[in-house]
């Protein structure tokens, strides 16, 4: 494979027809990733970033260019990459070990050994007392973990993750974003993760893509130089915070707004 990048997103560009108007909403974007990283896409709604996840995921087509994952071209959904949705996507009607076995299904393992794999992923996001309950018993957190451990079970190359803690509050936001730092440090599991949370993207990511919209380019792209886990509180945390801040221009304008005491 020589030292091709892990995956390689290639000059894409995507339109979609909507009461025949084009919208461009992809324009010609390109980057490499290494194995092992975290990216953060980060940008506002609608400026194209599940478009561009499920592209990489090969879930959608793009009209030019391609995405290589280990140099081999993506046009269909494959084991390789796991997609992790907003809304959990289980299987009401089974267990949580259930759930996660389910993910194992195409693979060659024994029944015992998917039992056994399903079990070691629940206990890695902290459910192993958990794992007879049903997705209607426990909370929208416990739900979202059973989805990551179901997206990890199978070992994938590539996880896409689609705002996964979007719906959490911010207690179990920041406990599961520790536990998904735990994994990813053992596992080395590469990681596109979607986000309008700046801070999420700056506790989890090696590079962060400023996305901008209209087309939606991929504007600028942010290296956090900080060691994990990360200080949320601390004040390099906070620089990353500000530039990230006056990319999207939120950072107080004196003039912008006018308080009248
Ligand atoms: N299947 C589709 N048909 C037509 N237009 C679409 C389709 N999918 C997405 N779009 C349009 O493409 C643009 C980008 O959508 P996308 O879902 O990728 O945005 P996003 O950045 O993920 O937004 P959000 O943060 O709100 O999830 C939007 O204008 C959307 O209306
Ligand atoms: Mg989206």
């Not at 194209?48 to 030019?64: A, H, M, V, W």
């Not at 993506?74 to 299987?91: C, D, E, N, V, W």
Request: some cysteine; hydrophobic content about 40%.
């Amino acid at each position: 494979m020589g030292d091709a990048p892990f995956l390689s997103v290639e000059e894409i560009s995507k339109a979609f027809h909507s009461d025949q108007v084009l919208n461009q909403v992809l324009d010609s974007i390109s980057f490499t990733i290494q194995r092992g990283e975290t990216i953060a896409l980060l940008g506002e709604s609608g400026c194209g970033k599940s478009t561009l996840l499920n592209i990489i995921g090969g879930f959608e087509r793009p009209d030019q260019g391609l995405v290589k994952l280990q140099n081999e071209s993506i046009t269909k959904p494959s084991r390789k990459a796991i997609m992790l949705f907003q809304h959990y996507g289980l299987l009401p009607w089974k267990s949580a070990l259930k759930n996660v076995e389910f993910g194992l299904e195409s693979s060659s393992l024994s029944a015992k050994e998917r039992a056994e794999r399903a079990r070691h992923y629940l206990d890695l996001v902290g459910l192993s007392g958990k794992s007879q309950m049903f997705p209607h018993e426990v909370s929208g957190g416990m739900k979202q973990r059973i989805a990551i451990a179901r997206a990890l079970a199978p070992q994938p190359e590539l996880i896409l993750m689609d705002e996964p803690f979007a719906a959490l509050d911010t207690f179990n936001r920041y406990h599961l974003q520790d536990q998904l730092l735990n994994i990813q440090a053992k596992e080395q599991t590469t990681i596109v993760l979607v986000t309008h949370d700046i801070d999420e993207a700056i506790y989890l990511a090696d590079r962060i893509f400023i996305m901008h919209s209209n087309p939606g380019r991929i504007h600028h792209e942010i290296h956090v130089e900080l060691s994990k886990p990360r200080d949320r509180s601390h004040p390099d945390f906070y620089t990353y915070r500000k530039q990230i801040l006056d990319e999207f221009h939120f950072s107080r304008q004196e003039s912008a707004i006018e308080f009248h005491i």
